[in-house]
């Protein structure tokens, strides 16, 4: 497959420059080695939520009622007790939940048909705003029709909501009806600055979206089937005119052919086109493959003219690259979307069961970098290129970034800025049985779902160590296990410096039911909760702080 990686490089390079992986940009946080959780309270007495996650600048603790039709925002406090040791006797008002948080508001999001999202948020850090969404039942086997496709599920109702998370104030909404919108882990959304890209899997639409500082969604353009603004007004004025033409032709045939002319000559209502991202996808890779067989091919004949056996040949490159696999590239579908910048999007196509499946890692999938301004694909590439892999090992916080301006993404380790991160992306290379199969496996998690890293200071890998299987920093449930994780110095790399234990203190009575973890930790403060959940069981909250 053809690439332009030159292209892609040059979108990166023009934001800051990502320090290399031996290179350290954690020196300001070295003082949280020796400011870190030092005290657990067990199975906390607290309201029965469902907390989300804080948002990125420490504000506000996001939580749903257990009905999924309420928003409960809360804001932390700073700790009012201390204590020397790690077992502290704590006062009684101290151990309770209202003793870290202060509720703000509890706000109903959710209709009586609708629930809340509850693996959906995205913060809008420059405004303070929160953007939800509630949706109805969703439905398999829906009839595809007015251009949705065959195989995927159907929601009658989305709606995104805007609130200034301040006073919980609904700005905003937009609805989306009869549609398919990926929310699980914000998949389906990505936020940008003040750029919003919302794909809509049934109806093949990337719909870009602005959030003003007024608060309201402003519609900027919809990507699918039209890619420019005036594509439509365009297309329907041809058909148009092609129905005049054809309605004056059969005129001028009727007084010989009346009855055949009317029934033969009729405009077709079932004539269709591809849309427009995939006609520049089918012209993009066309015009790749044909300029690659030109430059493989060797030069015959003077003049600057190529002979007929060179033209032969590029069209045998072009049956057997292109239209060989032409349908293959038309059953395409949009998967899911990211910003590589304001101007530019990272859009990954493939199957219509890998776009639903919840695990899309084992089907076949192409990445297309595509330009908003100029609407053209500017790189093309499979799944296994090597190119795109060393864009993502050199650029990799690129690849996370959801603002220019957002300075705590500074600090999230990935390979592309922390040695430690990237030794082990080595070792994991090293492990692989080829190395087709592990660029596979590292380009399988983009586009990566957005703002999902914390930016905790206790997972910058400069400063500790700690088993990725049971805690990392990314915002999904682990296993979990009866034995407190601990966080090792890097520095020091024998001292235990503390550790993070979830469910109750004595550990499970039923050892063999299911258990699964999750972990809050505020972006800056020494303050975490874990929340343990057992099925059929109340979950098990923990808050771990500095004593």
Not at 2 to 27: D, K, L, M, W, Y
Not at 207 to 231: K, M, P, W, Y
Not at 266 to 282: A, E, V
């Amino acid at each position: 497959m053809f690439r332009s990686s030159n292209v892609v490089a040059r979108i990166f390079e023009r934001q800051v420059r990502t320090p290399s992986p031996g290179t350290s940009v954690h020196c300001a946080r070295q003082f949280y080695e020796n400011l870190f959780p030092s005290c657990t309270l067990y199975d906390v007495e607290c309201p029965d939520h469902s907390f989300r996650k804080f948002t990125d600048d420490g504000q506000y603790l996001i939580s749903f009622s257990r009905n999924h039709q309420d928003l409960i925002v809360y804001r932390p406090k700073w700790l009012s007790y201390s204590c020397k040791e790690e077992d502290c006797d704590l006062p009684s008002k101290a151990k309770k939940f209202d003793s870290f948080f202060t509720q703000l508001y509890c706000v109903s999001l959710a209709s009586s048909n609708e629930v809340i999202c509850k693996d959906f948020f995205l913060y809008v850090e420059s405004c303070q705003f929160g953007l939800f969404a509630t949706s109805t039942a969703q439905f398999h086997d829906t009839p595809a029709i007015g251009g949705a496709i065959q195989g995927v599920p159907s929601i009658e109702r989305i709606t995104f909501h805007l609130l200034r998370l301040e006073d919980g104030m609904i700005l905003d909404e937009k609805v989306f009806r009869n549609d398919f919108v990926n929310l699980a882990h914000n998949m389906g959304v990505f936020l940008y600055d003040d750029l919003l890209a919302i794909v809509s899997l049934r109806y093949q639409t990337i719909h870009i979206l602005q959030i003003r500082e007024s608060g309201n969604l402003v519609d900027i353009r919809a990507i699918g089937t039209f890619c420019r603004e005036d594509d439509e007004l365009f297309l329907n004025s041809s058909t148009q005119c092609m129905a005049i033409a054809d309605k004056s032709k059969m005129h001028q045939s009727s007084w010989s052919h009346v009855e055949n002319s009317v029934h033969n000559t009729q405009p077709s209502s079932d004539n269709s086109f591809l849309s427009g991202i995939k006609q520049r996808l089918l012209s993009f890779i066309f015009r790749g493959i044909w300029n690659e067989e030109r430059h493989n091919s060797m030069f015959i004949g003077t003049h600057g003219f190529y002979c007929t056996a060179l033209h032969h040949q590029r069209v045998q490159g072009l049956k057997k690259k292109f239209y060989f696999h032409f349908q293959d590239y038309v059953d395409l579908i949009i998967w899911k979307v990211q910003f590589l910048d304001r101007h530019h999007l990272l859009i990954k196509f493939g199957s219509v069961d890998g776009g639903v499946s919840r695990s899309a890692d084992h089907h076949p999938s192409f990445f297309a970098v595509y330009n908003m301004d100029t609407t053209e694909i500017v790189a093309f590439y499979q799944n296994s290129a090597e190119e795109l892999y060393l864009l993502f090992e050199q650029f990799c916080d690129h690849f996370y970034a959801t603002s220019r301006n957002s300075l705590y993404m500074n600090f999230i380790s990935s390979h592309s800025n922390n040695i430690h991160a990237f030794e082990q992306l080595q070792s994991i290379r090293n492990k692989a049985s080829s190395f087709s199969q592990f660029v596979k496996k590292m380009l399988a998690s983009l586009p990566f779902s957005c703002q999902s890293l914390s930016p905790s200071p206790y997972f910058d890998q400069s400063l500790f160590r700690f088993d990725e299987k049971l805690i990392s920093a990314a915002d999904r449930h682990r296993p979990s296990t009866d034995h407190p994780i601990k966080f090792i110095s890097r520095r020091q790399p024998c001292t235990l410096k503390f550790k993070i234990k979830p469910g109750p203190e004595a550990g499970s009575i039923d050892c063999q039911k299911r258990k699964v973890s999750s972990f809050l930790f505020h972006p800056f403060l020494p303050l975490a909760l874990s929340i343990q959940q057992t099925m059929f069981l109340q979950p098990s909250v923990n808050i771990h702080f500095r004593g």
